[in-house]
């Protein structure tokens, strides 16, 4: 449908919507999800378990998180959940095997039986050593990478997390951190035998600060359960993501993730207020602040923000909610090029300002790989650019008003060929499905080559057709999304199975090309294992010297998260 169909009326936004009711399919392909009602600013989702209710306990949520609760997305699409075996993970080639060129580093002890006695003493019933269950904790959510850890620990309390370290740390036992198990890049599990301390026991809702909109939690709280748990008390947490269902506060904050609502809400370096952590040696540093301003000294809890389980283990976090939206209004269009998705970006800044929530693009080659992999709709014609514009804010009709002004000159300027709005819950979750499907779909083709890249907006787009034209026939398909709002791509390119053609072609244009334009080569994800090498596009060597030198210092027999983040990580004793 031309957009002249659509949008020159003053009443767009019923035309529209009634539009989207002809799109039936893009609903109905929700049908087997656990709720239909979920939407990412969700009220009330009667198909979830009860402990969304006002005055749900705390002990209530970790029960459901011990039974691993995944999110409506999840449990309709995800292909594993951490933690648990599936078949599939025996087939992820050894992270040891992959890079046989990388050594475990002997300094290292190896587990014994008194090593397992001390823990199932400490940990009564909460010591994994089964092999099937250990699969999904050694494997990461890509597939690509996995270790041979023979131990999991599910500590509980801060005071056990201490305990673990400070014996692993007399013992020089290694120690790879492990929230939900959705990173993507490979910083969540282990590359050789490294225990996992996975904190998805340490599930409690400590204090809620009502008036002030303060949440004090423990680190192993799932996002969702979090967003569900807040938004009965009019509150959201200012950070939403796609591995909501699995991802928890403590790797959230471990990666510094970003989201599709860091252009509203900002980084979590703005938003929490206090960590509590436990060193290497077992030393707990209580930095959980619950206050906006406190300059005493260095800005500890930063240390642990975006460290990646290499500086401590994060155990409680308190964080700045804000108030939940009354309006929220999403428009899914359609631009004929880039420039004129920089021009629709331009246009929602000016008119929508205060209450623009997320501005997220996707190129066309991503929206095949959602309706082609994932069956979903695609809710408008074919165009080589989508945009996903929502507004969050006070005053519905308000709201209204400025998103159709928006709507208006973008027609009329033909900066959009093509859209459709949704202000009901479900047909908003609907539509950011498409967006937020995207990683998923194309694993469903095979094997997924990843950049998080963030980059200046003239750009941002270039380097996909750059990739494009390189990789050529090598490829299934390149594709180009991401956080357009906070200047961050998503490079990815498609291939039926790991290839060194395809990685040569890959790497390192791509870094050596971000570097060129002045960007950084991890944007949101972090560099965990698959790209601790590439730091130095990003970073000074001096700067990467002083990284090396607070690990030394902070965790000097290096237990913690080793051959991740940092180039080169030795023991101690190799020093
Ligand atoms: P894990 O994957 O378990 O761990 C990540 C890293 O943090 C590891 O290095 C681990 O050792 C460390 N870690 C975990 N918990 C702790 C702790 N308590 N203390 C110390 N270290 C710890 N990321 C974004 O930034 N933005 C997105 O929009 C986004 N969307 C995603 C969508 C999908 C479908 C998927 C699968 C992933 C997405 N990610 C995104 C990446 C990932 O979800 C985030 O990095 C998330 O923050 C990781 O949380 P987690 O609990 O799964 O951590
Ligand atoms: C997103 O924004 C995530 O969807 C994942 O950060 C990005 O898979 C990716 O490349
Ligand atoms: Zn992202």
């Known amino acids: 449908m031309q957009m002249s169909h659509v949008f020159h009326h003053p009443l767009c936004c019923k035309l529209l919507l009634s539009r989207f009711a002809k799109n039936a399919p893009i609903l109905s392909s929700l049908t087997n999800c656990v709720s239909q009602q ?6 009330h989702s009667s198909a979830l378990p009860q402990f969304c209710q006002k005055g749900a306990s705390a002990s209530l949520l970790s029960t459901l998180h011990g039974h691993r609760y995944v999110s409506p997305i999840n449990s309709c699409t995800t292909r594993h959940n951490s933690n648990e075996a599936s078949s599939d993970t025996h087939k992820v080639q050894l992270t040891s095997e992959r ?57 509980k309390t801060t005071q056990e997390v201490s305990e673990i370290l400070a014996y692993c740390n007399s013992r020089c036992l290694a120690v790879t951190p492990q929230g939900g198990n959705t990173g993507l890049v490979g910083g969540s599990v282990p590359v050789f035998d ?12 400590i204090h809620l600060d009502k008036a002030s909109g303060i949440l004090v939690c423990q680190a192993g709280c799932i996002l969702e359960s979090l967003s569900t748990y807040l938004e009965d008390h009019d509150l959201i947490m200012p950070l939403d993501l796609g591995a909501k269902g699995s991802c928890q506060i403590g790797g959230n904050i471990s990666t510094n993730a970003g989201g599709l609502r860091l252009l509203r809400y900002g980084s979590l370096r703005g ?52 108030p939940k939206p009354k309006a929220v ?22 008119n929508c300002a205060e209450i623009l929530s997320a501005f997220e693009m996707m190129d066309l080659q991503s929206m095949k790989f959602v309706t082609t992999n994932l069956g979903l709709s ?26 159709n002004k928006f709507l208006e000159v973008v027609m009329e ?23 937020e499907r995207i990683n998923e779909s ?30 050529g026939d090598n490829v299934l398909g390149v594709v180009g999304y991401g956080h357009i709002g906070d200047g961050n791509l998503h490079l990815n390119a498609v291939a039926p199975t790991l290839n060194k053609t395809v990685s040569d072609l890959l790497e390192p244009f791509v870094y050596e090309w971000t570097a060129k334009h002045k960007g950084s080569i991890s944007a949101e994800h972090g560099l965990g294992f698959n790209k601790r090498n590439y730091i130095y596009y990003s970073k000074s060597d001096a700067a990467v010297e002083l990284m090396a030198l607070m690990k030394a210092k902070m965790d000097p027999k290096c237990i913690l998260n080793p051959y991740k983040t940092i180039p080169v990580c030795k023991p101690a004793s190799k020093q």
């Open 38 to 43: 979920a939407y990412r600013h969700r009220i």
């Open 99 to 155: 890079f046989p060129q990388l050594k475990r580093n002997d300094s290292y002890g190896r587990l014994n039986e008194a090593d397992i006695e001390y823990f199932v003493k400490l940990l009564p019933g909460r010591v994994v050593s089964d092999e099937d269950e250990l699969e999904g904790a050694n494997t990461d959510w890509m597939y690509l990478a996995r270790g041979s850890s023979k131990l999991m620990l599910k500590p």
């Open 194 to 205: 490294e225990i996992v301390l996975s904190t998805s026991l340490m599930n409690d809702i």
């Open 271 to 322: 938003n929490v207020l206090g960590i509590e952590a436990v060193l290497a040696d077992g030393t707990i540093i209580d930095c959980l602040s619950t206050l906006r301003k406190d300059n005493t000294g260095y800005d500890l809890k930063n240390l642990f923000i975006g460290s990646e389980g290499t500086l401590g283990v994060v155990t409680a976090v308190s964080i700045q909610c804000p």
């Open 329 to 350: 209004n999403l428009a899914f269009l359609g631009c004929s090029s880039y420039e004129n998705v920089l021009a629709t970006y331009s246009e929602c800044k000016n």
């Open 378 to 403: 695609n809710p408008l014609g074919e165009c080589p650019f989508y945009v996903v514009v929502e507004t969050s804010g006070s005053d519905a009709q308000h709201d209204e008003e400025k998103l």
């Open 413 to 435: 300027q033909q900066y959009v060929m093509d859209g459709t709005i949704a202000t009901e819950p479900s047909k908003i979750y609907a539509l950011w499905q498409l967006r």
């Open 442 to 471: 194309m694993m469903k083709s095979g094997v997924v080559y990843k950049y998080d890249i963030s980059l200046p907006l003239d750009v941002y787009y270039d380097v996909v057709i750059e990739t494009r034209q390189r990789l």
